[in-house]
Structures are given as structure tokens and as C-alpha cells.
């Protein structure tokens, strides 16, 4: 198994270009979460989803988009990159079972610049 | 005041040494609580976890719970070089379908040879 793999592990982009982040599992996972991890701020929830066809806002949703049409896969859009979103972005899953330790499992993380 | 507050360090240690880390919580809704550890240029991945108050032992490492003061500890005995490492703390409550967790900012430990 892979487990969780992220595409692509590095990126420059310049202001105002536009991008999509993949995310795929070959665990079988309900849920998946897309996070941002900036110097100082720790882990911050930018969006996930508890199912095939379900997204919901995180802690810092604005500027961002996704979508997860297949359940393996979660994807994650920029339309519009901004200098703020200059940061290291993971992605993470967990099996669907509410109630239990939420272990999430991360990818390797995509290094993202925007000039 | 967040809901979860961490130590921001730098941390740095002699090998050998006794290491504690430490995270507060405000939320007394959460019930289970993790440490993750995140090499340099890696994704976290999961540590340890306990659920509730008390104590869990790993081979060199120990969480420790305690619910009334809202307080979690994950002490490393004899650290090593290869412990040096970005620490976060997690937690959850037992309930709500999203299983969100939520992290503090994390410490960084240097374990010096």
C-alpha cells in the first residue's frame, strides 16, 4: 500500500495563476482533510469530507476549493493564488469510524510558493 | 484563549536526557488525545494515543492525561539523536461525524549527540 500520496511535491506559481493539488488513498478511507502548515501556526483545516461526493469548510476555507468525486481521491483548487498562500500543504485520511481515536493519516506534503 | 495551547520551544537536549512535553486544552469535551511527530520535510504520523485520563507507556515514551487540570504530557526516557523531531499534540471528542482534530502549534526538539 502507499497509503496516502500527494501530487505535486513542489510548486511555484505566480500571483493570480491558478492550481489544483491531488490527494489519493489506496486505503479505503471515508474521511479526508486538507490542512496548511505555516512557521508558528501549527496545522491549520483548510477543508475536508466525510464521504465520496461530500466537502465541508475547515478553519481557513477562503481561496480555496475542492472536490471528491471519487473516494479515493481529494483534490484541492486555488483559482487565484495569492502570496498568502505560500505554505506546505498535507493531506491526511481516516477510516469512517465516529466516536473512535480520529488517527489521520498524512501524505508527504506539496511545498507551495506563490510569487 | 485557544483550545489547545503548546509549548513553542525550540527545544534542546543532551542525548540521554529525560524530555517533556507538554499541551493544555481548554475543551473538556475532548476525549482522546494524541501526540504526532513530524521529521523535517515529512508528513506527521501518529505517535501515541490515550483516551481519557491516565497513563500509556511505549517503550521510551509516555502520554500522560490529566483530565481535571486539562493537561497532556508525552515524556521521552533516554532520547536519541533520531528523536529530534517536530512534536504536536491532537484531540478529539468522541462524538461529531467530521472527526476533526484539533493540533497545537507543535515544539521542535533537537537531540544533541
Known amino acids: 500500500n502507499a497509503g496516502v500520496t500527494q501530487t505535486p511535491k513542489f510548486r511555484v506559481l505566480k500571483t493570480g495563476q491558478s492550481m489544483t493539488l491531488l490527494c489519493a488513498q489506496d486505503?479505503?478511507?471515508?474521511?479526508m482533510y486538507w490542512y496548511r502548515q505555516d512557521p508558528g501556526m501549527g496545522l491549520r483545516l483548510i477543508h475536508y469530507?466525510?464521504?465520496?461526493?461530500?466537502?465541508a469548510k475547515g478553519e481557513v476555507p477562503d481561496g480555496y476549493n475542492v472536490s471528491r468525486l471519487k473516494k479515493q481521491n481529494f483534490l484541492l483548487g486555488l483559482e487565484s493564488a495569492a502570496p498568502s498562500q505560500t505554505s506546505v500543504y498535507f493531506c491526511?485520511?481516516?477510516?469512517?469510524?465516529?466516536?473512535?481515536?480520529?488517527?489521520?493519516?498524512f501524505g508527504p506534503g506539496t511545498r507551495l510558493t506563490v510569487t | 484563549q485557544k483550545e489547545v495551547e503548546q509549548d513553542p520551544g525550540p527545544l534542546s537536549v543532551p542525548e540521554g536526557a529525560i524530555v517533556s512535553l507538554n499541551c493544555t486544552y481548554s475543551n473538556s469535551a475532548f476525549q482522546y488525545f494524541m501526540w504526532y511527530r513530524q521529521y523535517s520535510r515529512k508528513g506527521p504520523e501518529l505517535l501515541m494515543y490515550?483516551?481519557?485520563?491516565g497513563n500509556k507507556e511505549d517503550g521510551r515514551f509516555t502520554a500522560q492525561v490529566d483530565k481535571s487540570s486539562k493537561y497532556i504530557s508525552l515524556f521521552i526516557r533516554d532520547s536519541q539523536p533520531s528523536d529530534s523531531a517536530t512534536y504536536l499534540c491532537a484531540m478529539n471528542p468522541p462524538t461529531g461525524a467530521s472527526s476533526k482534530l484539533t493540533f497545537g502549534k507543535g515544539i521542535t526538539l533537537s537531540v544533541r549527540p
Open positions: 486505503m479505503n478511507h471515508e474521511y
Open positions: 490515550t483516551y481519557s485520563s
Open positions: 469530507s466525510v464521504g465520496e461526493g461530500t466537502t
Open positions: 491526511a485520511s481516516r477510516p469512517g469510524l465516529a466516536g473512535s481515536p480520529s488517527e489521520q493519516y
